[in-house]
């Protein structure tokens, strides 16, 4: 396997001439975080997740999380030793409030240092990000003793956290769930169930894990109007602080999971568990959508982050691998010189930087949202985060698996061969298009919610928006010819589809629903063409920077050979139901009537 290298070169190029990170960094409270600054800070960052993280990647795919008898978790080689170092570097804590021992750095930072972490070894990665949705949670509805009671040392990483919401019968249908939470005398809850798919549920690389447990009291309204959510520690906590006998909760099983073996994915059963309720009884939902919306950014970003492991890899593979002649060689050639592996690792590579812009892009927008002092521009990118969020989820990981998998190809035979390690990047990115709300629920929340904000006129200026980098295109000259074509051409396919879906959702929403995921793809297609062409156009003079270089052909590529797929997906979106439904179960299975001749 290649040694991990970490993008900090593209990182601190897509924030400083892309996404304007600048303009973030005069934001009230962030004064602090100057673009240098920030640059040491992902400098450092990407050494640490090279030479300290990274050498477990293989490690926990091999060995796994391992379930003892006593029902306590053990993760694999070097994953508690990293993590220790994690925590003593204080990474986790950059992006996090200061007066709970943080960094108070943007969001924008603190997803940059997501994807070197999930880079560098996706299954690790995962602990540190579901504690910060744990953290987020508590922020903003916590009352201020049960923040200082539990976030100092989650913010720390001394203790972690994680999302309690799956149970056997209750997957994307969260209504559906059971777990019980009933009020004792004292004013805690007794939670009584099973939860599963329970991301780090369990294991040793801290000493404390918070569990934000989903539940629903005695008298609840059904569905998820009913649903309240608990603080429910592995361990109680004394007044002192100390953590004291081990609360009710106990991990039944260790999921063997297609990738990500590193990370523990636990089954636990929850007896008379003591429970805190966060806010109110029936917003447990309310609440864990700040946890979610969070990380389904993040989870985006894991399709990045793994694609491009992957491409590392695929690349130093194909200057390695010796096969055949080129055409004109004079001996045998390494495959990186046959026209066919060069478009694959092209459209690795455009495909990456588009997706590190667009992630970068919407965490900007969270900060703008929650930082800018006027607040019709917090409410304005807002909007924007609301819009972007799926296109960043569903895209990033379809994206993922379809780039994991142009790496393996490039491998050829060995890329089927475990021993090669690139199989482990095409099995560890999968779940990432699955868990926090499938692709299908993305693309359905883009066209079911947040297309009609305003009645559609939000997404429709953010459209407007990308529009106005014609201009500096057509001024750019013949170089930027081809972009400029092709950008004006899909943003039009853009539009066009949205007015079909706004036009269509309230007449037929089950025609909207059958094509809100190849909509969704074309959005994530037009934002990635747009920002690709603003990175080729801010890279002119820019003589002294590394990756200005490679920013037009790589746009170009982008623009006239990924770009075009958009316009094919229109018949896919506007289709409707017709043929969707017109077979039934037994027709799909090809099963003959009974009693018909064959």
């Not at 994690?86 to 996090?96: D, F, N, R, T």
């Not at 602990?127 to 913010?155: C, F, H, R």
């Given at each position: 396997?290649?040694?991990?290298?970490?993008?900090?070169?593209?990182?601190?190029?897509?924030?400083?001439?892309?996404?304007?990170?600048?303009?973030?960094?005069?934001?009230?409270?962030?004064?602090?975080?100057?673009?240098?600054?920030?640059?040491?800070?992902?400098?450092?960052?990407?050494?640490?997740?090279?030479?300290?993280?990274?050498?477990?990647?293989?490690?926990?795919?091999?060995?796994?999380?391992?379930?003892?008898?006593?029902?306590?978790?053990?993760?694999?080689?070097?994953?508690?030793?990293?993590?220790?170092?994690?925590?003593?570097?204080?990474?986790?804590?950059?992006?996090?409030?200061?007066?709970?021992?943080?960094?108070?750095?943007?969001?924008?930072?603190?997803?940059?240092?997501?994807?070197?972490?999930?880079?560098?070894?996706?299954?690790?990665?995962?602990?540190?990000?579901?504690?910060?949705?744990?953290?987020?949670?508590?922020?903003?509805?916590?009352?201020?003793?049960?923040?200082?009671?539990?976030?100092?040392?989650?913010?720390?990483?001394?203790?972690?956290?994680?999302?309690?919401?799956?149970?056997?019968?209750?997957?994307?249908?969260?209504?559906?769930?059971?777990?019980?939470?009933?009020?004792?005398?004292?004013?805690?809850?007794?939670?009584?169930?099973?939860?599963?798919?329970?991301?780090?549920?369990?294991?040793?690389?801290?000493?404390?894990?918070?569990?934000?447990?989903?539940?629903?009291?005695?008298?609840?309204?059904?569905?998820?109007?009913?649903?309240?959510?608990?603080?429910?520690?592995?361990?109680?906590?004394?007044?002192?602080?100390?953590?004291?006998?081990?609360?009710?909760?106990?991990?039944?099983?260790?999921?063997?999971?297609?990738?990500?073996?590193?990370?523990?994915?636990?089954?636990?059963?929850?007896?008379?568990?003591?429970?805190?309720?966060?806010?109110?009884?029936?917003?447990?939902?309310?609440i864990m959508f700040v946890m979610m919306n969070s990380a389904r950014l993040s989870v985006g970003m894991q399709g990045l982050a793994v694609a491009e492991r992957?491409?590392?890899?695929?690349?130093?593979?194909?200057?390695?691998?010796?096969?055949?002649?080129?055409?004109?060689?004079?001996?045998?050639?390494?495959?990186?010189?046959?026209?066919?592996?060069?478009?694959?690792?092209?459209?690795?590579?455009?495909?990456?930087?588009?997706?590190?812009?667009?992630?970068?892009?919407?965490?900007?927008?969270?900060?703008?949202?929650?930082?800018?002092?006027?607040?019709?521009?917090?409410?304005?990118?807002?909007?924007?985060?609301?819009?972007?969020?799926?296109?960043?989820?569903?895209?990033?990981?379809?994206?993922?698996?379809?780039?994991?998998?142009?790496?393996?190809?490039?491998?050829?035979?060995?890329?089927?061969?475990?021993?090669?390690?690139?199989?482990?990047?095409?099995?560890?990115?999968?779940?990432?298009?699955?868990?926090?709300?499938?692709?299908?629920?993305?693309?359905?929340?883009?066209?079911?919610?947040?297309?009609?904000?305003?009645?559609?006129?939000?997404?429709?200026?953010?459209?407007?928006?990308?529009?106005?980098?014609?201009?500096?295109?057509?001024?750019?000259?013949?170089?930027?010819?081809?972009?400029?074509?092709?950008?004006?051409?899909?943003?039009?396919?853009?539009?066009?589809?949205?007015?079909?879906?706004?036009?269509?959702?309230?007449?037929?929403?089950?025609?909207?629903?059958?094509?809100?995921?190849?909509?969704?793809?074309?959005?994530?297609?037009?934002?990635?063409?747009?920002?690709?062409?603003?990175?080729?156009?801010?890279?002119?003079?820019?003589?002294?920077?590394?990756?200005?270089?490679?920013?037009?052909?790589?746009?170009?590529?982008?623009?006239?050979?990924?770009?075009?797929?958009?316009?094919?997906?229109?018949?896919?979106?506007?289709?409707?139901?017709?043929?969707?439904?017109?077979?039934?179960?037994?027709?799909?299975?090809?099963?003959?009537?009974?009693?018909?001749?064959?």
């Open positions: 396997m290649s040694e991990f290298r970490p993008p900090v070169a593209d990182l601190t190029y897509a924030l400083k001439h892309v996404v304007g990170y600048d303009d973030i960094a005069r934001l009230p409270g962030f004064e602090h975080a100057d673009f240098d600054t920030v640059s040491d800070i992902i400098d450092e960052v990407g050494n640490f997740m090279a030479d300290i993280v990274a050498p477990t990647n293989r490690a926990g795919d091999l060995e796994g999380s391992r379930l003892n008898p006593d029902g306590t978790v053990t993760t694999a080689t070097g994953f508690k030793e990293a993590y220790a170092a994690y925590v003593e570097a204080g990474w986790g804590s950059v992006p996090l409030p200061e007066e709970y021992g943080g960094g108070g750095f943007p969001r924008t930072v603190g997803l940059a240092l997501q994807e070197l972490a999930a880079t560098a070894n996706m299954a690790f990665a995962l602990a540190p990000l579901l504690t910060q949705g744990a953290i987020e949670a508590l922020l903003n509805y916590g009352s201020d003793e049960q923040k200082q009671a539990w976030l100092p040392k989650m913010v720390t990483g001394e203790w972690a956290g994680t999302m309690n919401l799956t149970e056997p019968h209750a997957g994307s249908d969260v209504g559906a769930l059971t777990t019980k939470a009933v009020k004792r005398p004292d004013g805690t809850y007794g939670i009584t169930g099973q939860k599963i798919f329970i991301t780090f549920g369990d294991h040793d690389l801290s000493e404390q894990i918070v569990h934000l447990v989903l539940a629903r009291t005695p008298d609840a309204p059904a569905g998820t109007k009913g649903i309240s959510i608990f603080i429910v520690p592995k361990f109680l906590v004394n007044e002192d602080g100390s953590l004291g006998e081990r609360n009710g909760v106990k991990t039944v099983g260790v999921e063997h999971k297609m990738g990500i073996h590193g990370s523990p994915t636990c089954v636990l059963s929850y007896e008379d568990a003591t429970g805190y309720l966060i806010g109110e009884e029936n917003i447990g939902m309310r992957a491409y590392q890899q695929s690349l130093d593979y194909a200057r390695e691998r010796i096969q055949g002649r080129a055409i004109g060689a004079t001996e045998d050639s390494p495959i990186i010189d046959f026209p066919d592996v060069r478009r694959m690792l092209m459209t690795q590579k455009s495909y990456i930087a588009a997706m590190r812009r667009m992630m970068l892009l919407n965490a900007a927008y969270v900060d703008l949202s929650t930082h800018h002092p006027d607040a019709a521009t917090r409410a304005r990118a807002n909007e924007i985060v609301g819009l972007l969020t799926p296109v960043c989820k569903a895209f990033g990981t379809d994206l993922g698996n379809e780039l994991t998998s142009l790496a393996l190809q490039i491998h050829g035979g060995m890329g089927f061969i475990e021993e090669t390690g690139v199989a482990q990047h095409y099995r560890d990115v999968r779940i990432a298009a699955i868990y926090e709300g499938t692709n299908g629920i993305q693309a359905a929340d883009l066209v079911g919610r947040k297309l009609p904000v305003r009645d559609g006129a939000s997404a429709l200026e953010f459209i407007a928006t990308m529009r106005e980098l014609d201009a500096e295109l057509e001024a750019a000259g013949e170089e930027f010819a081809s972009i400029r074509a092709q950008l004006t051409a899909q943003l039009d396919t853009l539009e066009q589809t949205t007015v079909w879906m706004l036009r269509t959702g309230a007449a037929d929403p089950n025609s909207m629903l059958a094509g809100s995921s190849p909509y969704l793809r074309i959005w994530g297609l037009v934002v990635g063409g747009w920002l690709m062409a603003k990175s080729a156009l801010a890279a002119r003079g820019l003589d002294d920077d590394p990756i200005a270089a490679s920013q037009l052909p790589l746009a170009r590529f982008y623009a006239e050979q990924l770009l075009p797929q958009a316009s094919g997906l229109v018949g896919a979106t506007t289709a409707g139901t017709r043929d969707l439904f017109a077979l039934d179960a037994d027709a799909l299975a090809d099963a003959a009537r009974r009693g018909a001749r064959v």
